[in-house]
């Protein structure tokens, strides 16, 4: 059973909003990652982090930000959402070592709607 | 450009029937595999992961799936689904040694009694 967490599951908000979306693990885990997925399309990487004060940005641009000042907390901030920033918001965690090597850990997920 | 593929989008079968979801990578050298599950209204989870050694792997639930390296393929199969399997599957893959997943746009499978 992962030990992912992600609050809130469902936002709603207006266009303009700051928001930040959780992301907890209680996995020790140093790799986390943040994926965006539109409806029918793929998974796609915005975010990752390889430990405590790594950041980097992922193969789709985006307008998001992260911070990483503890191992297990991975939050992600949208300084002024706008209507093309509705989507899910997936995190994940990895570990690096024995059977967990490359096999990603996922919460629940945030969808958010920006109206 | 590294890119995962997955051909069917959609698909509806009866309980009992064969499943074979088709998926292919792009990756030149040693890569990683892996087929995701996603259960209506619950997280991604792994279901099989091919690292290296023996081409057929099996994962949970009687799924399985083959790396064809000639094919650049890893296909999932389950010789007999049930209603439960229900659900959209992912295909991802990772060059060998590295963490970053790319995902092939999922297929959502039906099962109906």
């Known amino acids: 059973e992962a030990d992912i967490y992600q609050t809130p599951r469902y936002l709603v908000i207006g266009t303009g909003k700051k928001i930040t979306l959780e992301c907890s693990q209680t996995m020790g885990h140093d790799k986390m990652y943040w994926y965006q997925q539109d409806p029918g399309m793929e998974l796609h990487l915005i975010h990752y982090s390889y430990g405590v004060n790594s950041t980097e940005k992922g193969d789709l641009s985006s307008e998001s930000t992260v911070s990483r000042i503890r191992t297990e907390h991975f939050p992600l901030t949208l300084e002024s959402a706008r209507p093309s920033h509705t989507s899910q918001y997936l995190c994940?965690?990895?570990?690096?070592?024995?059977?967990?090597?490359?096999?990603?850990?996922f919460g629940e997920g945030s969808r958010l709607t920006v109206l | 450009a590294q890119s995962v593929s997955q051909h069917n989008h959609h698909v509806i079968l009866s309980e009992a029937a064969s499943l074979e979801l088709g998926c292919n990578y792009s990756?030149?050298?040693?890569?990683?595999l892996f087929w995701y599950v996603q259960y209506p209204g619950q997280h991604l989870q792994l279901l099989l992961k091919?690292?290296?050694?023996?081409?057929l792997v099996k994962g949970i639930k009687g799924f399985e799936a083959e790396f064809i390296k000639s094919k650049f393929s890893f296909n999932l199969r389950k010789p007999s689904v049930q209603w439960s399997d229900t659900a959209e599957y992912f295909c991802?893959?990772?060059?060998?040694?590295?963490?970053?997943?790319?995902f092939g746009t999922g297929t959502r499978l039906q099962v109906f009694p």
């Open positions: 091919y690292f290296s050694g023996d081409p």
């Open positions: 994940a965690s990895s570990g690096t070592t024995g059977t967990d090597t490359g096999e990603l850990f």
């Open positions: 990756y030149g050298g040693t890569v990683n």
């Open positions: 991802a893959g990772s060059r060998y040694n590295t963490d970053k997943l790319i």
